[in-house]
């Protein structure tokens, strides 16, 4: 592995490493009630978070097929946790069986293979079709329009947001032949930090809320100075990725932004299904789409931005054993 | 026995319920009864329970169902260790009160359905009296309500296809017998502690 990849886990272990001595600290001088209720939510927080990064970075070193399979499984486990709360009706349950066991792992395969121009129609125009086909067959039309569109959202939101992250690694980029891992883990760090940051910054100085009534914890003080110290952080990170140093705070600006109201917008999803948390699954945090929620709408963006200014263009065609055995 | 902890953990896994760290009730059996939506109703109580709580308890089953094939009876019995009850055609000789009587004099603990069915409408229906007079005979065994959330969602009545929904069995305050109280109201309070709105007596 390279030596700049090395150099990115470090910065990571460091971190952590940091972290977890603050939390140890923290915890060791006691408080009120809820002064310690909050550092042991803190304490759960980065445990968890050295599970994670363990587990990502293993993945993202083991290459593209754990990549792959790694995403994969998150997409479904954060599908289970969106499907779990909204309120699905017994005539969904064909299509949810369709959208769990084929779609989703169709559409891994298609990453799995690289076959760029059936992964991005993959999804909007077979899957947007075949949802309502399938709806239909089940005959009741009380709530079809709210039950066709959840599903369609969960799928686009859980699977095809989430798997351009993945679909980084297949990035033909200028000058940056075989270093994609280096960017998928800049993109991963930068929106993961932001969240983490913005968290900090909030706890320690917020006051004023953003949005009330849609993220009571987000405040003015958090955004900002997280997203401030993100940005600030990341463009540090520029030598691993095909951006000079502004143009890496201007992707790392970008990422935070959209890391930002994508996790407003499905905050506001939750508490339109009545939940606090997605889940339980990860200690510390909720569940897994608590986790990703600032990476669903920012995965795509930051791929085709990439793509688009530094890239050398997907080629859409199938590999050529697909080709080959497809007879062409 | 290694088969009944994976059965067990692998049904935790796939319907995403937690395992109970202690009986709600303390130590002794328990009478538990839990709302009918799914047919894996029973196998999650069950694996939900602690490990030695679970080794002394017997779900009641249908016995048309369950004793149909040599290996149904075979695993009913030796796995899940289930008291199989009739549905249709009850005598004198087969009466399930007594069955699960049995069990429950034995010192294991029963889980029944007191709804009698599968409901598929998410709603949790009447109690039959079933629960009324096994409790009759057992007054001082507490009952332990288990409200099941999100099974029949996972597999409805009517298909074999499943969908990963994650499920929760959440045990609820036991609630005890009072031989003062008809028969209706114990029936009403029993399904209103399913959802945890009645105080232990």
Redesign the interface.
Known sequence: MDREFILLLGSVVGILVVSSIIGAVLASRGGDEKKLKTIQNLNARIRSWWVMAAVFSAGIWLGHAFTTVMFAAVS?LAM??F??LTK?E?AD??V??WA?FVITPLHYLLVGVRWYGLFTIFIPVYAFAFIPFRRVLAGETKGFLASTARIQWALLVCVYAVSHVPMILALPLKNYEGQNPKLLFFFVLTAQLSDVLQYVWGKTCGKHPVAPHVSPHKTWEGTVGGIATTVLISTCLWWATPFSPWQAALMALLICLAGFFGGLVLSAVKRDLGAKDW?SSIAGHGGFMDRIDSLCFAAPLFFHLCGFYFGTGMDPRPPDWILHWLGK | MILRRLIASTTRLIT?VRRLHEPVHGEGPAIYYANHSSHLDFVVVWAALPFAARQLTSPAAAEDYWSKSTLRRWVSCNVFNAVLIPREGITRENNPIDRLAEVLGSGRSVLIFPEGTRR?DGVVGEFKSGLHHLAKRFPLVPLVPVHLE?LS?IM?KG?L??????AQAHFQKPIQFCPSEPKGEFLTRARAALFGESEIV
């Open positions: 479904f289970r946790e499907i779990t699905t017994r349950h064909e949810l069986f769990f889940g | 995403g598929s999100n969602r409805p298909s296809l499943p969908v990963p929904i994650i």
